[in-house]
């Protein structure tokens, strides 16, 4: 009978079995980026500018530490109880043997959390003096060229360029397009804010979306926008689509607007107004050379009932010689005057005609409507035996559709 010799034994000390485990926990790549959400609780901000506390679930908690080089960075400092969410990396603490998550960022979750966020940077940042007035840029009157930070997809660019084309279709868009929502948002928008400024030809921004939820409009609560809407050199007006509620960009740009359309209507004169205004000028100073021809008649009238029979003639032809040059003088300034004006208003009016839809026309274009008045853009919109009308440069034609290509 043979005997079976014992297996030998491999003595481990606990700090080589801590060592182990940690140098797996580090080989997983999965481990050492990882989001985790939870409940805080036992919550602790000792002198050494740590952070530490329990993150917990229904059945489960994780010991959770910010160190200071990461928690003086944090925008959203929990309490406890607070829904978060966590991203950091897994690591053992040796002296507990205990597996925890050394922390990075913290998110908020929930309303109640977004709103004490929101208020926490609100007051940093306006303490560090971001919101105040001295600091805010004016606005161009007539400007030129346009930039806007905004979805390409979304609502917001859309009332942007239809309003612009009904009020000042001499003014240039530049998009910039961005996420406005989402983990990614923030990042994106900074990152426009910072290369549209490394422009020079843009006159001023406009940065924001149409309207939403306070999750969906966090992205322009984040302390990274607030930061490149303050340091941008060129004005910034935040246009985030909502009536009542501000966010921090709104608070720290150089002009909010409630909505991206009312942002065009800050920015930009209407033109019908400004022909208006040409045409009062126009009025105005004829108005005023004939005053000054009526007083300066009436002020030779009495002069002229003034002087003695031997004196009045002479004195009179004078005075009508200097009337005439001064009519002169003021003819010519006022000819002048209006040669400019008219200029400027062809000018602007020949401008206006090239965007116009019947200059299109008069190059040979036309545009074809079916019997409902709606523009056919596609053959999918009408049918073999359908009348349409044909709007050319010069009257209208009356077809009939034989064969849809």
């Known amino acids: 009978m043979q005997l079976e010799l014992p297996m030998p034994r491999t003595i481990f000390s606990v700090t080589q079995i801590t060592n182990t485990l940690s140098r797996i926990i580090e080989q997983q790549p999965q481990l050492q980026n990882v989001w985790v959400k939870g409940q805080v609780s036992n919550l602790r901000r000792p002198a050494s500018g740590h952070i530490y506390f329990t993150l917990k679930d229904e059945n489960s908690n994780i010991k959770s530490v910010a160190f200071r080089s990461n928690a003086s960075r944090l925008q959203f400092v929990p309490r406890d109880g607070d829904e978060v969410l966590v991203q950091g990396r897994i690591n053992i603490y040796a002296a507990s043997s205990e597996y925890q998550i050394i922390v990075n960022t913290i998110e908020p979750l ?36 346009i930039g806007v930070i905004t ?30 929502q989402g983990e990614y948002a923030a990042a994106q928008i900074a990152h426009a804010v910072r290369a549209i400024n ?30 490149a809407i303050f340091d941008s050199k060129i004005p910034v007006v935040s246009a985030v689509g909502h009536e009542t509620d501000f966010t921090i960009s709104d608070m720290v740009a150089d002009h909010r607007s409630p909505t991206p359309s009312a942002a065009v209507e800050h920015l930009v004169p209407d033109q019908q107004e400004l022909l208006a205004q040409l045409q009062g000028f126009r009025e105005r100073l004829n108005r005023l050379i004939l005053r000054r021809f009526e007083t300066q008649h009436d002020e030779l009238d009495a002069l002229e009932l003034g002087l003695s029979p031997s004196k009045r003639k002479d004195t009179i032809y004078q005075l009508s010689q200097s009337i005439d040059g001064l009519e002169a003088a003021y003819q010519k300034a006022m000819n002048d005057r209006l040669n400019v004006e008219s200029n400027q208003l062809q000018s602007l009016a020949a401008r206006l005609n090239g965007l116009s839809p019947l200059a299109t026309l008069k190059r040979g274009y036309s545009i074809c409507r079916t019997s409902s008045g709606g523009v056919v853009t596609s053959n999918q919109q009408v049918h073999v035996g359908e009348q349409l009308d044909v709007q050319l440069s010069e009257g209208n034609l009356v077809c009939t ?3 849809c290509l």
């Open 110 to 145: 929930g309303i109640g959390a977004l709103q004490r966020a929101f208020e926490e940077l609100k007051q940093k940042l306006s303490d560090e003096g971001l919101f105040d007035a001295a600091h805010k840029k004016t606005l161009p009157m007539f400007p030129k060229k």
């Open 401 to 403: 559709v034989d064969e």
């Open 151 to 180: 979805s390409e997809t979304g609502a917001a660019i859309q009332d942007i360029q239809q309003q612009l084309q009904k009020r000042y279709p001499l003014a240039e868009l530049l998009l910039y397009p961005t996420l406005v």
């Open 198 to 227: 490394s422009r020079i030809d843009i006159d001023v921004l406009i940065v924001g979306r149409g309207g939403g939820s306070l999750e969906d409009l966090w992205a322009f609560n984040e302390e990274i926008v607030a930061r």
